[in-house]
Every structure is written in C-alpha cells, then in structure tokens.
C-alpha cells in the first residue's frame, strides 16, 4: 500500500514539475494565429464546409464489405475439413451474398476514381 502511495505521490510531483518548468522556460509571446479557434482544418469563421463526395463513403462501405467480412473464411477454414459438405454449402451461400454486394458497389460506382 505504502508503494502505491509513493508511486502516486512521485508521478504528481512530477506532473506539477513538468507544468512549472513548461511556465518557466517556455515561449513567453502570444501569437494571434496561435490563438485563433480551430475548425477541423478550415479557416476560421468561413461559411460552410464543402462536403466529400459520395465516393468516400462508398469507399468506406465496401471496405466494411471485403475486409472486415473475409474474416469469416478463418474459422471456415478451420472447420471445413471437420464439417466436410455442409460447409461448402455455407460459405456458397455467402459468397453469393458477397458478390451480391460487389456487384452493388460497382454498379453504383464505387470503383470510379474520376
């Protein structure tokens, strides 16, 4: 207990060390850019953002679609040989719903970068 103590006491020390010599040895200027507010990389106070293009989220969908969903062939793999049949049958089912996806993704375009 008395370790834990010590260890908490040595990490606030510290930490206030840290801030003290940041106050003493850091820039004393200000800066008027620096003090600006920040807005997500556009310039303060403007208008409106441009949105992204509908091909960023589509990027995104069939990123969610081929990789993150492959993952279901590991155990596929480790059990086929176990299951036999049965299990080609499975992973046709779902190989057919992935082309299904596919073939959606590029019939709305998402494999256009124009």
Same mark, same amino acid.
């Given at each position: 207990?008395?370790?834990?103590?010590?260890? +908490? =006491?040595?990490?606030? /020390?510290?930490?206030? &060390?840290?801030?003290?010599?940041? #106050?003493? %040895?850091?820039?004393?200027?200000?800066?008027? %850019?620096?003090?600006? &507010? *920040?807005?997500?990389?556009?310039?303060?106070?403007?208008?409106?953002?441009?949105?992204?293009?509908?091909?960023?989220? %589509?990027?995104?969908?069939?990123?969610?679609?081929?990789?993150?969903?492959?993952? *279901?062939?590991?155990? +596929?793999?480790?059990?086929? #040989?176990?299951?036999? !049949?049965?299990?080609? /049958?499975?992973?046709?089912?779902?190989?057919?719903? =992935? /082309?299904?996806?596919?073939?959606? &993704?590029?019939?709305?375009?998402?494999?256009? !970068? #124009?």
């Amino acid at each position: 207990m008395t370790d834990i103590l010590i260890a +908490w =006491l040595l990490f606030a /020390a510290l930490g206030a &060390a840290m801030l003290f010599l940041n #106050r003493i %040895l850091g820039p004393q200027k200000t800066k008027t %850019l620096k003090e600006q &507010a *920040f807005e997500c990389g556009s310039p303060p106070l403007q208008e409106g953002i441009n949105p992204f293009p509908v091909k960023y989220h %589509l990027a995104a969908f069939v990123f969610l679609l081929f990789d993150v969903e492959i993952m *279901f062939f590991i155990p +596929w793999a480790l059990v086929f #040989r176990e299951m036999g !049949w049965p299990a080609l /049958a499975v992973i046709t089912v779902y190989l057919m719903i =992935l /082309a299904a996806g596919f073939i959606y &993704a590029w019939k709305k375009g998402a494999f256009d !970068w #124009r």
